[in-house]
């Protein structure tokens, strides 16, 4: 039997479950949003995939600002993509200088606000206006050039959460220059690692970030990176010529002479004048690393044109962008969220986006409410990690503030469950402001099924429907497109502007890991369901889901089964082998605060889940710990958590853990 074969067991019961409704959009919202109903997004995008030529090219040149037009909309010959080929353009120009002579050269670009110093202090906050953003950007893009950065080099950025993260990329793309944003939180092997794969001329990075209270010593790993030697006795990260420091904590570091420049001192050398220069449509925009089913992380390529015409696009629809709005994406700009819902996409379309410093629960788990409360914001995206967590601070972290000027919200990252999509609804929403869950990835460069918030009728837990010109399916084994009301592979049959290109210096990986097991489509490595409506459900990646005793399991049910119990926090589910079903089935769970483990609850989870999904769903064991060890972008780290499940030695990087502690207890925790 095929893997992908629907069985008894399959996603479709999530779809059967009787509390979830069809939640349509609210009149009022409707009426002024962009795209006001489903036939109107139904028309919309039929055009747009019966066309797309037509589609695409037209979007093009209305959206963008060209410095010389495009002759041609595509040239595909799978898996190779170029878009708009022979048209030049600049990223920088399309998000700054495009709004000098308008009204909005006055308004807020950007809206910062700092980590507090103290518990009981306010953050710092900082107002960046499209004017002043555009100098700031013109001056950072000269220092650049004084430091013979040109068109092509890349450039590594590591930074914190502040403005000027926004500056150093923006900075990057007026000239030419390919950047690679290295998340704060990752380690200096993994800086060393990324300067050696792209080859990176400049490290632009800071003394420091503030995090709960303490500094996260980044130039320190930058020096440790750079002495970090290779198989071969020499530095990995030789290529770095320079390396930029913001000042930001105020921490004594080490400067090395003619190595090591710092970045205010550097402004005082270079003019506001800089033009931006116009770039081919495929020229290379960023590289960003994102992990992949092996363990070395790969270089994920985007390019100029298309991806920005699918962060500007999708930013406008999907989170149905007004003048008006204050729009609060919180992911970091590490993360490619952070590239195309905190930086591009926004100010490609002239909005004010927020960017806050620090964590989510420091100094108390109510900052995120206090900030939308002091900003106004209007629309906030942000992850289910996050909102589960939110969920098991409690009520009244929310309830203390005043969340009326929210009006659309997002998740992004993972699947959301039920549970965590209703609570999202009822107390942050007051039940009035529409979800879209959008689902995408690094490669994909922008969101790819999402509902639209005035026209899509939504579900708690699914993506619901593609955006436009965006042609998801999914197949069986063979590559054969399955019909609704099954679950297969998640593919993607139709180029689109914002694809990656390539993975960086390994074309074989390219080709290997996305366009070898469908032939001419796209393969995500999501596994999905499609339900009666047309409605995408996304189970997990493939390989998160199980076979238990020939029945496919995706673990994300099981953990939105097990988080619909009351005495649950979150939970992680990955198989184990075994002997007679070749997979069983291992929760690793946390419990609401008040809530102790004991061995009924663990009998009462089994029936839970059994009752809600059936009796092949129950997990054979069930693991209680304080918390479930999550990388810094809150991703659980399945594939530790499934060496613990197995009882094997752990091995592998573990520097991304947000508390090794957590890892270690669960590993020799006792049943
Ligand atoms: C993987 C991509 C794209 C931004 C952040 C993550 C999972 C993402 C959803 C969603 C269910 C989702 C998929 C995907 N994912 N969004 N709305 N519902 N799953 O980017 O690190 O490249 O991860 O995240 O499994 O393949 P990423």
Redesign the pocket.
């Known amino acids: 039997m095929s893997q992908t074969t629907t069985t008894a067991a399959d996603a479709n019961t999530r779809t059967a479950r009787k509390d979830i409704a069809m939640l349509k959009p609210a009149k009022e919202f409707s009426a002024k949003a962009h795209i006001k109903s489903l036939a109107h997004y139904r028309k919309l995008y039929a055009e747009s995939v019966a066309n797309p030529d037509g589609f695409w090219g037209r979007q093009a040149e209305t959206e963008l600002v060209w410095d010389k037009p495009f002759k041609k909309v595509l040239q595909f010959k799978a898996p190779h993509a170029k878009w708009f080929l022979g048209g030049k353009l600049n990223v920088s120009a399309n998000c700054l200088d495009k709004w000098l002579d308008t009204p909005h050269a006055n308004k807020a670009a950007i809206l910062w606000e700092g980590e507090p110093a103290a518990p009981g202090k306010p953050g710092e906050e900082r107002t960046i206006t499209y004017r002043q953003l555009h100098r700031d950007v013109c001056m950072f893009a000269n220092v650049l050039k004084r430091h013979g950065i040109k068109k092509g080099d890349r450039v590594l950025i590591y930074l914190p959460m502040v403005p000027e993260a926004a500056v150093a990329m923006l900075a990057c793309t007026r000239i030419g220059a390919v950047h690679s944003v290295v998340f704060g939180g990752f380690s200096a092997q993994s800086v060393a690692d990324r300067v050696y794969d792209s080859q990176a001329r400049m490290i632009i990075t800071a003394d420091g970030g503030f995090r709960r209270g303490s500094v996260v010593q980044l130039k320190k790993s930058v020096d440790e990176a750079l002495a970090i030697k290779g198989a071969d006795g020499t530095p990995l990260a030789k290529t770095i010529e320079k390396v930029i420091v913001l000042r930001r904590t105020q921490t004594d570091i080490h400067i090395q002479e003619g190595r090591d420049v710092w970045w205010h001192r550097e402004l005082e050398y270079v003019s506001a004048d800089c033009p931006a220069t116009p770039m081919d449509s495929e020229a290379p925009l960023f590289i960003l690393y ?1 992990s992949g089913s092996t363990g070395k992380p790969k270089g994920i390529l985007h390019t100029t044109a298309g991806y920005l015409l699918g962060a500007k696009l999708t930013s406008r629809y999907v989170f149905d962008l007004r003048d008006e709005d204050v729009y609060w994406c919180t992911a970091d700009i590490g ?3 952070g590239h195309s819902y905190v930086v591009y996409g926004p100010l490609a379309n002239g909005a004010t986006s927020l960017m806050y410093e620090g964590a989510p629960n420091w100094p108390e788990p109510d900052r995120f409410w206090k900030i939308i409360a002091k900003y106004r914001v209007t629309i906030l995206y942000t992850a289910p990690t996050a909102i589960r967590a939110f969920m098991k601070w409690g009520d009244q972290w929310p309830k203390k503030h005043d969340l009326s000027s929210l009006r659309l919200l997002g ?6 469950n039920p549970e965590a999509w209703m609570w999202y609804h009822e107390v942050i929403g007051g039940k009035r402001c529409p979800i879209v ?7 994909t460069g922008a969101i790819m099924i999402t509902p639209l918030p005035g026209a899509t009728p939504t579900k708690p837990g699914t ?1 619901t429907l593609p955006f436009f010109g965006i042609v998801p399916e999914i197949v069986d084994d063979a590559g054969k497109t399955l019909p609704n009301n099954s679950s297969g592979k998640l593919v993607i049959r139709k180029p689109w502007p914002s694809m990656l290109r390539g993975v960086w210096g390994d074309p074989k990986r390219f080709v290997e890991t996305y366009w070898s097991e469908v032939k001419g489509s796209y393969f ?3 596994g999905c369901h499609v339900d009666k409506d047309g409605y995408f459900w ?1 189970i ?2 493939i390989d998160d889901v199980l076979n238990v005793a020939g029945h496919r399991i995706g673990t994300a049910e099981v953990e939105s089964a097990l988080a619909s119990n009351p005495n649950v926090a979150e939970a992680a589910v990955v198989g184990r082998p075994d002997e007679l079903k070749g997979q069983a089935l291992v929760a690793f769970v946390t419990l609401k605060s008040g809530i102790k483990a004991h061995p009924e609850l663990r009998e009462e989870l089994r029936q839970h889940v059994g009752k809600e999904i059936g009796p092949v769903a129950k997990p054979d064991d069930i693991r209680f710990a304080d918390a479930l060890p999550k990388t810094r ?1 809150g ?1 659980i780290m399945r594939r530790l958590l499934k060496q613990i499940a197995s009882g094997v030695e752990i091995k592998g990087d573990t520097t991304t853990l947000e508390d090794l502690s957590v890892l270690a207890k669960l590993a020799t925790a006792e049943d």
């Open positions: 994102t993360w490619v969220t998740s992004v990252g993972e699947p959301i869950d959008t689902w995408w990835q690094t490669e993506a995500t490595g999501d996304i997990g990646r972008s991703k």
